[in-house]
């Protein structure tokens, strides 16, 4: 597993206390004063995690900090790894303060093994039904991959047992107002993308949505947009949401801008499918991605591209 992959998965929120008698409506009316201002732009976590980190500062110890300095890029929202309710408690009052929304929410969950599914979808909507009330509307899980320790992939039984429990969750969340949307890595590419193509062919459309992460599928595919564009023609019409993230020549660029993937085209047929996704920015950094500015530059930077590229989605 890479050190990015450990990071990721393993990174919860170190997030301040707050009053329990904190009013979810208070955040709904906040944010009401940017509707129909601009193109909503949401920012994933993790890129905050990775850019405080590569400074030496802690995004999850100084959250206050951090989620001024992410409204301060232009940012309107986040989207968090949930762990637990009162995770969300917590952090609710700081997404007020900061006037930010929280529309999505990124939750792991582990459906491929029939004794811990029932255990991780209990965890998943109790999550989920906490965030609704601070107005969450799309849960982003990437059912956990098993790539590392000595076996590459899941098995067909695996895979139909994930895929069934996938379109329960799915359910599950559709009873309470709220959407699922499937999201992978470059695991979930592997082997013909038996993996990504069951969870999308296996389940239905009404239940399981797609949370496309253009960059995931590139590099999972070799770096190909070839592979990227088929899967945008095959499930296009399933995308509620889209994961933001660019490179140049193979390795994640600093903010996101041109490069190997041709967002402007992606863009342009999300469009002519009449599919209005959440965008998330995601831009991260890596081994060989430059140091040239600051984390806040670089998210600045990040979001003025993104809102040209996706500017019909806020007209």
Request: glycine share 10%; proline share 3%; charged share 25%.
């Amino acid at each position: 597993m890479s050190e990015r992959r450990l990071t990721r998965r393993g990174f919860i929120g170190d997030v301040c206390a707050a009053g329990a008698a904190w009013m979810a409506g208070g955040l709904l009316r906040a944010s009401e004063a940017k509707k129909g201002a601009r193109l909503h732009l949401a920012s994933n976590q993790y890129s905050w995690f990775v850019y405080f980190q590569r400074e030496g500062r802690d995004f999850g110890g100084s959250l206050d900090e951090g989620l001024g300095e992410l409204a301060s890029s232009g940012m309107d929202g986040l989207e968090p790894l949930g762990s637990s309710p009162e995770q969300v408690d917590q952090l609710a009052p700081l997404l007020e303060k900061h006037r930010l929304e929280m529309r999505s929410l990124y939750v792991n969950s582990t459906l491929h093994e029939k004794e811990k599914l029932e255990e991780s979808m209990e965890s998943v909507l109790a999550i989920a039904e906490r965030a609704k009330r601070i107005g969450t509307r799309i849960i982003v899980t990437n059912p956990s991959p098993i790539r590392w320790g000595g076996q590459e992939g899941k098995t067909d039984e695996q895979l139909e047992v994930q895929g069934r429990a996938l379109e329960r969750l799915g359910k599950e969340l559709a009873s309470r107002g709220l959407t699922l949307a499937y999201h992978n890595h470059d695991s979930e590419m592997l082997f013909s993308a038996r993996e990504f193509h069951h969870m999308m062919a296996g389940t239905d459309p009404r239940y399981v949505t797609l949370c496309l992460d253009a960059h995931w599928i590139y590099r999972g595919s070799g770096n190909s947009q070839v592979a990227l564009f088929d899967i945008v023609k095959l499930y296009g019409s399933r995308i509620s949401e889209l994961h933001l993230r660019q490179s140049k020549s193979g390795v994640w660029s600093e903010t996101f801008c041109e490069g190997d993937i041709d967002y402007a085209r992606l863009s342009r047929e999300v469009q002519k499918m009449g599919v209005k996704p959440h965008l998330v920015m995601e831009q991260a950094v890596e081994q060989g991605t430059p140091k040239t500015m600051g984390t806040l530059e670089a998210h600045r930077r990040a979001g003025e591209h993104a809102r040209r590229v996706f500017a019909w989605l806020g007209a």
